[in-house]
């Protein structure tokens, strides 16, 4: 059966209907609201009553429609009036709404001042100038989800987990992740320097990283071989399924039969995106995943397509998989029965809507859980693959950094790192223990001579870089999970 990829997503039907219920952006009243706004500034700023118990003055009069906001608005009206020194309205307000947020205790709920509402909206449709990483609030710290394909974060080294300890020598300890990411993102061409604490290493990394335009470019293919294509996500943005669409296309009229379709690294992005994917692959009527509300009400989101493609796939995901991409994953595996490949995903099983006010700035926040077709809520826990196939152990080295000097008689993390990176490119550095000795010396020149570089046995600047470029050309001829999945489709077709 021919496959018409164009056809099935040019139903509007689907995105009016998700965009309607599950990624518009929630209206409330605004008298209301900003009552609210002011309530945290009592409890999280911890003002002295001093003033209030023994001055002579009295707290300014409270008029107000509602009761519980009568402490609110003395204690707006006190600050205002008896703090030692002039306040900001503005600032007492954007206080109280990220007192309100923090007290969620949820690291998906956010506050977003007018800049950094616009860094929000502009990330996710058209570029941006930064890093390339999607970043969390974890327990007081920012941590990485994925960098994204190609950005200089990739480049650099960066890797789901990274807990991002400092930004050019300013702590990120305590901070929202949109405060981090004001701090991370900057011009094209400017360079920021983040202090890393990487599981299964002792010692902290400090990786330079030149900012750059980041495109919004999240579908990239092509043929593995004359019938199987491989397609990878890298994010859901607004323009993904389309970009999907057009590639799905072209690998057709290459002579595509079978199709790996690669979700690995990809942080998620918007819910209405990933619905429209998932369509593509989940037959009509069938469950593309369900909505939980604080009541304990269900919604169930059916896929309405009913020219479903017919080309197997396989997907591969990997712990940088996360939300949208979980939701398309677990969508095709449930109702589907599409296999998965890979590693455990991320596990973040809640959905976000954003508020916009009128000044530019914003919050975003979680307003339900999803599940899974079967009922699964995968949060914190994540989606197992069918096929559980690891990277070869040489794609989780450290990097190096090349400012530093790795030389004969050196001892580090970073040495041993290098001589684990000769030994998988086919070099002798006689140990992998960190320790630069003679051999591993020798070892250094060879590759230098080899990459026509200078032979100095020193590994720093341009030698570094080259053997992490060509490590990475191995770790892409060698990926044992991408062979899998192809595997997998040779016994479809």
């Not at 001093?50 to 906001?69: C, N, Q, T, W, Y």
Request: glycine residues 6%; aromatic residues 6%; charged residues 25%.
């Amino acid at each position: 059966m021919e496959m018409k990829v164009v056809t099935i997503l040019e139903n509007e039907e689907l995105n009016k209907e998700s965009n309607e219920n599950h990624s518009g952006f929630i209206q409330m009243k605004k008298f209301h609201f900003v009552m609210l706004l002011f309530f945290v500034v009592f409890l999280s700023a911890g003002i002295t009553t001093f003033a209030l118990a023994f001055g002579d003055e009295k707290a300014v009069p409270v008029i107000s429609e509602r009761k519980e906001f009568e402490k609110l608005y003395t204690a707006f009206d006190t600050i205002k009036k008896s703090y030692y020194k002039e306040v900001d309205e503005n600032t007492l307000v954007n206080g109280a709404i990220n007192g309100m947020i923090e007290s969620l205790d949820d690291p998906y709920s956010d506050y977003m001042n007018e800049e950094e509402a616009a860094n929000f909206h502009q990330s996710i449709s058209s570029s941006f100038e930064g890093i390339g990483a999607e970043i969390q609030e974890r327990d007081g710290n920012i941590v990485i989800v994925s960098p994204l394909k190609g950005s200089p974060a990739e480049k650099a080294g960066i890797r789901p987990e990274d807990k991002v300890l400092s930004v050019d020598g300013e702590s990120l300890q305590g901070m929202s992740s949109t405060e981090a990411v004001m701090l991370i993102r900057g011009e094209k061409g400017s360079k920021v320097e983040l202090e890393i604490e990487r599981p299964g290493i002792e010692d902290h990394l400090m990786i330079t990283i030149v900012r750059d335009t980041i495109p919004i470019e999240t579908v990239y293919g092509e043929m593995i071989d004359d019938e199987i294509a491989k397609i990878q996500i890298t994010s859901f943005s607004e323009n993904t399924s389309k970009e999907l669409i057009e590639t799905l296309n072209e690998l057709q009229n290459q002579g595509m039969k079978g199709l790996v379709l690669d979700l690995r690294q990809n942080p998620g992005g918007l819910l209405d995106q990933a619905i429209a994917i998932s369509n593509l692959f989940v037959p009509e009527g069938d469950i593309l995943f369900q909505v939980e509300d604080r009541n304990g009400n269900i919604e169930q989101v059916k896929s309405n397509n009913k020219n479903n493609a017919s080309v197997p796939l396989v997907v591969v995901i990997d712990k940088g998989s996360a939300s949208a991409s979980e939701i398309l994953a677990a969508a095709v595996s449930e109702s589907a029965e599409v296999p998965l490949v890979g590693e455990k995903s991320f596990g973040k099983g809640t959905v976000q809507r954003a508020q916009d006010f009128a000044d530019g700035s914003n919050i975003k926040f979680t307003t339900e859980k999803w599940l899974t077709p079967k009922g699964n809520w995968i949060h914190e826990k994540g989606i197992s693959p069918d096929y559980e196939v690891a990277l070869p152990e040489y794609s989780t080295l450290t990097i190096l950094n090349p400012n530093d000097e790795l030389k004969l008689s050196s001892s580090s993390a970073q040495v041993k790192s290098a001589q684990s990176m000769l030994k998988a490119l086919g070099y002798d550095p006689g140990r992998e223990d960190g320790f630069f000795d003679d051999k591993t010396k020798d070892a250094v020149i060879e590759f230098q001579k080899e990459q026509q570089l200078e032979e100095t046995g020193v590994l720093t600047g341009e030698t570094s870089l080259r053997l992490m470029e060509k490590l990475r050309e191995l770790i892409n001829e060698n990926d044992t999970q991408i062979q899998k999945a192809v595997e997998l489709l040779k016994e479809q077709l």
